[in-house]
């Protein structure tokens, strides 16, 4: 089974910048999803940024314009560089990956079609 592992996670003021990093093990799927999502306290998990493995990215509205999702094949990592943040940013953030080439327009961006999910690394935004 796949193992995602977040870091990168922490506390910064608004306006300021962090780099999340997901590393994946026992990774065996050569057309993939992989992507970051955010949750809030009290509130539903959401997309935020999701790559395709032909590099192919969808960005939430939230974040389109800030925040930059990439890939280090080589080294098995996801990346999310989070630039201008905000305080409604705070949220753990979780890394998710799933097989597969094709998914319905929007349904990238949705918690319900990855089944590999990391623990989550924190990151708060203070104004």
């Known amino acids: 089974q796949v193992q995602l592992v977040e870091s990168g996670g922490g506390s910064v003021q608004s306006g300021g910048s962090l780099r999340l990093s997901c590393t994946a093990s026992?990774?065996?799927?050569?057309?993939?999803?992989m992507g970051w999502f955010r949750q809030a306290p009290g509130k539903e998990r959401e997309g935020g940024a999701i790559?395709?493995?032909?590099?192919?990215?969808t960005y939430a509205d939230s974040v389109k314009g800030r925040f930059t999702i990439s890939q280090d094949n080589a080294e098995n990592t996801l990346f999310l560089q989070l630039n201008s943040l905000k305080p409604e940013d705070t949220a753990m953030y979780y890394c998710?990956?799933?097989?597969?080439?094709?998914?319905?327009?929007?349904?990238?961006?949705?918690?319900?079609?990855?089944?590999?999910w990391g623990q989550g690394t924190q990151v708060t935004v203070s104004s």
């Open positions: 998710a990956a799933r097989p597969g080439w094709y998914l319905p327009p929007n349904a990238d961006l949705s918690p319900a079609a990855f089944a590999d």
């Open positions: 026992r990774f065996t799927y050569t057309m993939y999803y």
């Open positions: 790559i395709r493995s032909d590099g192919r990215t």
